[in-house]
């Protein structure tokens, strides 16, 4: 009977979990490059509220999806990192 | 006014035009009025499939250039009660024909026929735009594979953003052994990966390689558990609720006896 068991079990390797976590990871940057504004539109509303507070330089101002690593269980998570060069403070934040 | 559907999927190989082929002609069994366009000019293969391929006289490009009319390029399917296929150019490229004036035709078209379905061809490219530019509904063509999905995934935000909204997916070629194995996505797994609508499940089935050869749609053949699988993906379009095909029952009866004797 243990032929038959290994026959209708086979080796149960899990692989879909791989593909899972692989294509979900991917999506995510792909689906920022399908709409191409997606970014812009993040970075005009951010520059809209930041401006209140601070006058930041705006020809520098780097928003861009990337990976990073969680701190639990070091797997990777996709981030989006905004880099913002300030030029001075405004009076309401001193 | 008929409604004009574009069957679509990114990746090549997945089954576009199989699945195009079935569900047309299960929609023409219903008694609907059905018309297939093939959009994939160059690479013209619903002909084949359909088993029409020594029928064609004029083509989607004679149309739109004005050298035949849209009567005389639509050829009927003599098995159906109302079939019909407007085959693509074989001998041409995509750019023979522009997004407005598929647009035109498909107006034209909706006019006659219950049902527009047009077989995409594989790409983001001006193929694509053509195929959907005078579609009002979208079916996306998927296989449990990473490629195919992400693929997939693509489409949808391309189909969103030309307000092709809500489209309805079909996951093609689903293999219950490897599913159970672990070895392959579930249905489950990619509904909730791409977040769309499930319009149906068809298992991989060597009968569609058999009424391909031969060229007979699969949902012709009453045994062929794809064929019936296009059925009901058919009479979900037509509105009626059908439930899912419980594959796990449908497996040979090999698989049933090993099962059967490994549970002892």
Same mark, same amino acid.
């Given at each position: 009977m243990d032929l038959f068991k290994s026959i209708g079990?086979? &080796?149960?390797? &899990?692989s879909k979990e791989v593909a899972k976590e692989r294509l979900k990871l991917v999506l995510v940057h792909d689906r920022v490059n399908v709409s191409s504004s997606f970014l812009e539109m993040i970075k005009g509303d951010i520059i809209k509220v930041i401006s209140d507070y601070m006058e930041i330089d705006e020809n520098n101002l780097e928003v861009k999806m990337t990976k990073t690593k969680r701190d639990e269980d070091d797997s990777l998570v996709p981030a989006l990192v905004a880099n913002i060069p300030i030029k001075r403070m405004k009076g309401a934040a001193r | 006014m008929g409604e004009v559907i574009v069957i679509t999927s990114g %990746?090549?190989? #997945?089954?576009k035009t199989t699945t195009t082929a079935n569900i047309g002609t299960s929609l023409a069994v219903n008694g609907k009025k059905v018309v297939l366009v093939d959009?994939?000019?160059? *690479?013209?293969?619903l002909d084949v499939v359909m088993g *029409?391929?020594?029928?064609? #006289? /004029?083509d989607v490009v004679d149309v739109v250039e004005g050298v035949c009319r849209l009567k005389q390029a639509l050829i009927k399917? %003599?098995? /159906?009660p109302d079939l019909y296929l407007l085959p693509a150019a074989q001998?041409?490229? %995509?750019?023979? #024909?522009s997004p407005a004036q598929m647009q035109e035709l498909c107006e034209r078209l909706k006019e006659e026929f219950d049902f527009v379905l047009i077989d995409c061809p594989a790409g983001i490219e001006q193929g694509f735009r053509n195929a959907i530019a005078g579609a009002q509904k979208a079916i996306v063509v998927t296989t449990p594979e990473i490629s195919a999905v992400r693929d997939a995934d693509r489409i949808i935000g391309l189909l969103e953003a030309s307000e092709l909204r809500n489209p309805k997916l079909i996951i093609n070629r689903v293999r219950v052994d490897m599913v159970k194995k672990g070895d392959m996505m579930n249905t489950e797994d990619m509904i909730d990966i791409l977040a769309v609508d499930l319009l149906g499940v068809v298992p991989d089935d060597e009968s569609i390689v058999v009424s391909t050869n031969k060229g007979e749609?699969? #949902?012709?053949?009453?045994?062929s558990l794809a064929g019936r699988a296009f059925n009901n993906i058919a009479l979900r379009i037509l509105g009626h609720d059908v439930p899912f095909l419980d594959l796990e029952v449908e497996e040979g009866f090999i698989a049933k006896l090993i099962k059967l004797i490994s549970k002892r």
């Amino acid at each position: 009977m243990d032929l038959f068991k290994s026959i209708g079990r086979q &080796n149960s390797s &899990n692989s879909k979990e791989v593909a899972k976590e692989r294509l979900k990871l991917v999506l995510v940057h792909d689906r920022v490059n399908v709409s191409s504004s997606f970014l812009e539109m993040i970075k005009g509303d951010i520059i809209k509220v930041i401006s209140d507070y601070m006058e930041i330089d705006e020809n520098n101002l780097e928003v861009k999806m990337t990976k990073t690593k969680r701190d639990e269980d070091d797997s990777l998570v996709p981030a989006l990192v905004a880099n913002i060069p300030i030029k001075r403070m405004k009076g309401a934040a001193r | 006014m008929g409604e004009v559907i574009v069957i679509t999927s990114g %990746k090549g190989g #997945v089954g576009k035009t199989t699945t195009t082929a079935n569900i047309g002609t299960s929609l023409a069994v219903n008694g609907k009025k059905v018309v297939l366009v093939d959009a994939d000019i160059g *690479l013209r293969n619903l002909d084949v499939v359909m088993g *029409l391929e020594n029928r064609i #006289v /004029y083509d989607v490009v004679d149309v739109v250039e004005g050298v035949c009319r849209l009567k005389q390029a639509l050829i009927k399917d %003599k098995r /159906y009660p109302d079939l019909y296929l407007l085959p693509a150019a074989q001998t041409r490229d %995509k750019s023979a #024909v522009s997004p407005a004036q598929m647009q035109e035709l498909c107006e034209r078209l909706k006019e006659e026929f219950d049902f527009v379905l047009i077989d995409c061809p594989a790409g983001i490219e001006q193929g694509f735009r053509n195929a959907i530019a005078g579609a009002q509904k979208a079916i996306v063509v998927t296989t449990p594979e990473i490629s195919a999905v992400r693929d997939a995934d693509r489409i949808i935000g391309l189909l969103e953003a030309s307000e092709l909204r809500n489209p309805k997916l079909i996951i093609n070629r689903v293999r219950v052994d490897m599913v159970k194995k672990g070895d392959m996505m579930n249905t489950e797994d990619m509904i909730d990966i791409l977040a769309v609508d499930l319009l149906g499940v068809v298992p991989d089935d060597e009968s569609i390689v058999v009424s391909t050869n031969k060229g007979e749609p699969a #949902v012709s053949d009453n045994k062929s558990l794809a064929g019936r699988a296009f059925n009901n993906i058919a009479l979900r379009i037509l509105g009626h609720d059908v439930p899912f095909l419980d594959l796990e029952v449908e497996e040979g009866f090999i698989a049933k006896l090993i099962k059967l004797i490994s549970k002892r």
